[in-house]
């Protein structure tokens, strides 16, 4: 017996159920994520950059590939995004939507390719559920165009998925199999945990197969672990890069992103949430389920082909918020959301295979699922709009530099703050823009993540970082630029603490500049 009859199961299937879209239902995909980059692409080309995203961009626009390598470890992440962003920094389109491009395509993608997922086992209406669940998440206007590999890692996973289940079911299986470890090996090389995102959902699903029928599909395990086995090239230089960081979380005895258990409320963001649209959808809801009553049609003959491995991977992904808590509370104990990006995938595949199965039970159910799609599709279109028309566009404290014509040295408090400010800043600010660093009083406070992260980078930002001790020494008088976020900004107190003097010079929506002066002067 071949290995492909062995390993398939047989399925109930329902008269009319494809495995895979029609004609028409590609024409839809295609009015939806068109809709989608209507919005997505002004909200990427005007968000200015952050923190992070601008630790991207200076990596990516060193001078030489061999340059970039080598800077790469200081970020922490693999190389493949910064090659894609790299490639997109050529395209004649602004700086912000170059470097954001592979983000957003590759969100489409995850998108596209969770509706194959549940459509090969499911209804239309139940597929296109998934899809516009995801894109209408609250993740999308995150991390859909943040020039980070997070949208990248939750499309290799997908695509892991996808090419796992058409070789369990036997279509293509050599190639679906290369696919699996060809995308095991990507979501390696976008991020660190991209070894999680490769081999959880799939160990889930086989082992669910191993105790149904005492048998499971070695070649696509083997396929998705010899894909991770990329993990050797990219995760020794991180270590190396960021020993002294990841120490210095761990030594942080206040530090504010430790894995805490109520961190499971964020479950809470990863649907998609507008709450004039929630109102109708709730309405919506009633109303079909009184036209189901009134029907009095509750059950059906006809059954989903999906199989309990298809929901033990989808539901495994669920699970990512409480894994990745445990994992980063055993390794680094540093965890933010964005590391649990997955269970957001996984909601969105349990919906719409929940769906299917409800269609098949409430014949008319499909009213419901299709006012959820119009629902998932007008909040996720709202928060891009909102996103490309903030009411208050930040300016990164230019608004008061302008008004200073003096050539004093104007400090950033904030860290987060520094790299954003200096980007942005007018002509004829940015030389005079510095961050004073001082890594052992940063080490008393509760977030030392960014100032250690400038600190670690140093040689590869354009940035000017000054030791503290050395600038105040040199400086008796200089200006400081807070926005207010308590977690980073320690300077104005030592400062007062030492006898120096500061004034309030001006105030605005964005920040507040003030006038430090020495002791004595």
Same mark, same amino acid.
């Given at each position: 017996?071949?290995?492909?009859?062995?390993?398939?199961? &047989? $399925?109930?299937?329902?008269?009319?159920?494809?495995?895979?879209?029609?004609? #028409?239902?590609?024409?839809?995909?295609?009015?939806?994520?068109?809709?989608?980059?209507?919005?997505?692409?002004?909200?990427?080309?005007?968000?200015?950059?952050?923190?992070?995203?601008?630790?991207?961009?200076?990596?990516?626009?060193? &001078?030489?590939? %061999?340059?970039?390598?080598?800077?790469?470890?200081?970020?922490?992440?693999?190389?493949?995004?910064?090659?894609?962003?790299?490639?997109?920094?050529?395209?004649?389109?602004?700086?912000?939507?170059?470097?954001?491009?592979?983000?957003?395509?590759?969100?489409?993608?995850?998108?596209?390719?969770?509706?194959?997922?549940?459509?090969?086992?499911?209804?239309?209406?139940?597929?296109?559920?998934?899809?516009?669940?995801?894109?209408?998440?609250?993740?999308?206007?995150?991390?859909?165009?943040?020039?980070?590999?997070?949208?990248?890692?939750?499309?290799?996973?997908?695509?892991?998925?996808?090419?796992?289940?058409?070789?369990?079911?036997?279509?293509?299986?050599?190639?679906?199999?290369?696919?699996?470890?060809?995308? /095991?090996?990507? /979501?390696? +090389?976008?991020?660190?945990?991209?070894?999680?995102?490769?081999?959880?959902?799939?160990?889930?699903? @086989?082992?669910?197969?191993?105790?149904?029928?005492?048998?499971?599909?070695?070649?696509?395990?083997?396929?998705?672990?010899?894909?991770?086995?990329?993990?050797?090239?990219?995760?020794?230089?991180?270590?190396?890069?960021?020993?002294?960081?990841?120490?210095?979380?761990?030594?942080?005895?206040?530090?504010?992103?430790?894995?805490?258990?109520?961190?499971?409320?964020?479950?809470?963001?990863?649907?998609? $949430?507008?709450?004039?649209?929630?109102?109708?959808?709730?309405?919506?809801?009633?109303?079909? +389920?009184?036209?189901?009553?009134?029907?009095?049609?509750?059950?059906?003959?006809?059954?989903?082909?999906?199989?309990?491995?298809?929901?033990?991977? /989808?539901?495994?992904?669920?699970?990512?918020?409480?894994?990745?808590?445990?994992?980063?509370?055993?390794?680094?104990?540093?965890?933010?959301?964005?590391?649990?990006?997955?269970?957001?995938?996984?909601?969105? +595949?349990?919906?719409?295979?929940? %769906?299917?199965?409800?269609?098949?039970?409430? &014949?008319?159910?499909?009213?419901?699922?299709?006012?959820?799609?119009?629902?998932?599709? $007008?909040?996720?279109?709202?928060?891009?709009?909102?996103?490309?028309?903030?009411?208050?566009?930040?300016?990164?404290?230019?608004?008061?530099?302008?008004?200073?014509?003096?050539?004093?040295?104007?400090?950033?408090?904030?860290?987060?703050?520094?790299? &954003?400010?200096? #980007?942005?800043?007018?002509?004829?600010?940015?030389?005079?823009?510095?961050?004073?660093?001082?890594?052992?009083?940063?080490?008393?406070?509760?977030?030392?993540?960014?100032?250690?992260?400038?600190?670690?980078?140093?040689?590869?930002?354009?940035?000017?970082?000054?030791?503290?001790?050395?600038?105040? %020494? @040199?400086?008796?008088?200089?200006?400081?630029?807070?926005?207010?976020? #308590?977690?980073?900004?320690?300077?104005?107190?030592?400062?007062?603490?030492?006898? #120096?003097?500061?004034?309030?010079?001006?105030?605005?929506?964005?920040?507040?500049?003030?006038?430090?002066?020495?002791?004595?002067?």
């Amino acid at each position: 017996m071949s290995t492909t009859a062995i390993l398939q199961r &047989p $399925t109930a299937t329902r008269a009319g159920l494809s495995f895979g879209p029609s004609s #028409w239902e590609c024409v839809v995909l295609v009015a939806i994520s068109a809709a989608f980059l209507l919005t997505e692409t002004p909200a990427a080309a005007n968000r200015p950059f952050w923190f992070d995203e601008l630790s991207s961009l200076f990596i990516t626009q060193r &001078p030489t590939l %061999a340059d970039m390598f080598r800077a790469m470890p200081a970020d922490g992440n693999p190389p493949l995004y910064f090659l894609l962003a790299r490639l997109c920094l050529h395209l004649p389109v602004s700086t912000e939507l170059a470097m954001r491009l592979p983000s957003i395509a590759a969100f489409h993608a995850t998108a596209l390719a969770a509706f194959l997922f549940v459509r090969r086992v499911a209804s239309a209406p139940a597929a296109l559920l998934t899809m516009c669940f995801l894109l209408g998440s609250a993740i999308g206007d995150c991390y859909a165009i943040e020039a980070r590999g997070y949208s990248l890692l939750l499309f290799f996973t997908m695509g892991l998925l996808c090419c796992w289940q058409a070789a369990r079911r036997g279509q293509r299986r050599r190639l679906a199999l290369a696919g699996v470890a060809a995308c /095991a090996s990507c /979501a390696v +090389l976008t991020h660190q945990y991209g070894i999680v995102y490769a081999l959880a959902p799939i160990f889930a699903a @086989e082992t669910v197969v191993w105790f149904s029928v005492r048998r499971v599909d070695l070649y696509a395990l083997a396929a998705a672990v010899l894909g991770s086995l990329t993990i050797a090239l990219t995760f020794p230089p991180m270590l190396r890069a960021q020993k002294t960081l990841l120490a210095a979380i761990a030594a942080c005895p206040h530090f504010f992103f430790r894995p805490q258990l109520w961190e499971m409320g964020l479950y809470g963001e990863m649907f998609p $949430t507008f709450v004039p649209i929630l109102i109708l959808f709730v309405v919506g809801i009633e109303v079909s +389920l009184k036209a189901l009553l009134a029907r009095r049609r509750f059950f059906s003959s006809e059954r989903s082909s999906a199989l309990p491995e298809e929901f033990a991977a /989808a539901n495994m992904l669920v699970l990512f918020l409480p894994l990745m808590l445990l994992l980063t509370s055993l390794g680094t104990r540093y965890f933010v959301s964005r590391y649990a990006i997955g269970s957001t995938l996984g909601l969105a +595949l349990t919906c719409g295979l929940l %769906a299917s199965y409800m269609e098949f039970r409430l &014949p008319h159910i499909h009213k419901v699922i299709y006012v959820a799609v119009l629902y998932c599709v $007008t909040s996720g279109m709202l928060r891009f709009y909102f996103e490309a028309h903030p009411k208050t566009p930040s300016d990164y404290g230019n608004s008061l530099f302008s008004m200073i014509p003096a050539s004093e040295p104007i400090v950033i408090e904030s860290a987060i703050n520094f790299s &954003p400010a200096w #980007w942005y800043a007018i002509p004829g600010v940015r030389h005079r823009l510095h961050y004073l660093s001082d890594i052992s009083f940063t080490q008393q406070n509760i977030d030392v993540l960014p100032e250690y992260c400038l600190w670690v980078e140093r040689q590869y930002t354009p940035m000017q970082m000054d030791d503290y001790n050395s600038f105040v %020494a @040199e400086h008796h008088h200089f200006l400081v630029y807070s926005v207010g976020q #308590w977690r980073q900004e320690w300077l104005r107190l030592r400062l007062l603490k030492s006898g #120096w003097t500061l004034r309030l010079v001006s105030k605005g929506k964005s920040g507040a500049l003030y006038e430090a002066t020495a002791p004595g002067r």
